[in-house]
C-alpha cells in the first residue's frame, strides 16, 4: 500500500513536498517509485520515478530542474521536492511502484501499486 502526503495551495513560484509511504512490503529493495499526476480533464502523465539503485527518470520535460524525486532516510519513503511551481502543474499527484524505472515505463500501465492520490494546487 502507498500512502501519499504533502499536498495543498500554493502560489506560482512557490514550493510543496510530497512524500509517499510503503507500507506492507518492502519497497526499497526491489521496487522503483514514480510520481504521476492528473489534471481535471486530462490523462494521468507520468512525471518522474527513481529505480532501487536511486537512478532517476524525467518523464516530464517541464519539470526537469524544478522537481527532485529523492528516497527519504525514513524507510520506504520517497519524497517529491516541487519548486519555482507553476499554474499547469496544478493536478493529483499519484504515487506509484513497480520494478522498472525507464524512459519505456512512462504510461501508468506499467506501474502496479497506487497511491490514493494528493491534490496540489498553484495559483495566485
Known amino acids: 500500500q502507498l500512502v501519499e502526503s504533502g499536498g495543498g495551495l500554493a502560489q506560482p513560484g512557490g514550493s510543496l513536498r510530497l512524500s509517499c509511504l510503503g507500507t506492507?512490503?518492502?519497497?526499497?529493495?526491489?521496487?522503483?517509485r514514480a510520481w504521476f499526476r492528473q489534471a481535471p480533464g486530462k490523462e494521468r502523465e507520468g512525471v518522474v520515478c527513481i529505480d532501487s539503485s536511486d537512478r532517476v527518470t524525467y518523464f516530464t520535460d517541464s519539470v526537469e530542474g524544478r522537481f527532485t524525486i529523492s528516497r527519504d532516510s525514513a524507510p520506504n519513503t520517497v519524497n517529491l521536492q516541487m519548486n519555482n511551481l507553476e499554474v499547469d502543474d496544478t493536478g493529483v499527484y499519484y504515487c506509484?511502484?513497480?520494478?522498472?524505472?525507464?524512459?519505456?515505463?512512462?504510461?501508468?500501465?506499467?506501474?502496479?501499486?497506487w497511491g490514493q492520490g494528493t491534490q496540489v494546487t498553484v495559483s495566485a
Open positions: 506509484a511502484a513497480s520494478l522498472g524505472c525507464d524512459k519505456s515505463t512512462v504510461k501508468s500501465k506499467n506501474w502496479w501499486h
Open positions: 506492507g512490503f518492502t519497497l526499497r529493495d526491489f521496487y522503483s
